[in-house]
């Protein structure tokens, strides 16, 4: 059973970082590429950064320089550093995850990723 379990979410300050972390179990990890989308109220869900199975990474233009995403292999494991964090990054962030059998590169889209966490939630206070 393929699982993604996200964590790191909380209540930060303007200008503040958290960093998010997403563990998988039921893949093999270092075959997969892994995405974090954020989805606001009232908004769709949007891709905010990926990395592929091979290290390489992609990131929305609103993230761009901000935040930096990671993979660790050896614990099952990605994260995404956020820094510099406003108002406008309040969302629900979700781990995503597809083989790279389905989809090589870094997908941006919802449906390049077959695998989602449950989200956890971030709050950024201005």
């Known amino acids: 059973q393929v699982r993604l379990v996200e964590s790191g979410g909380g209540l930060v300050q303007a200008g503040g970082s958290l960093r998010l972390s997403c563990v998988a179990s039921?893949?093999?990890?270092?075959?997969?590429?892994i995405g974090w989308f954020r989805q606001a109220p009232g908004q769709e869900r949007k891709f905010v950064a990926g990395?592929?199975?091979?290290?390489?990474?992609l990131y929305s233009d609103f993230v761009e320089g901000r935040f930096t995403i990671s993979r660790d292999n050896a614990n099952n494991s990605a994260s995404l550093q956020m820094n510099s964090l406003q108002s406008e990054d309040t969302a629900n962030y979700y781990c995503a995850a597809v083989s790279k059998e389905v989809v090589e590169v870094v997908g941006t889209r919802e449906h390049d990723y077959d695998w989602w966490g449950q989200g956890t939630q971030v709050t950024v206070s201005s």
């Open positions: 039921g893949i093999t990890f270092n075959r997969y590429n």
């Open positions: 990395i592929s199975w091979n290290g390489i990474s």
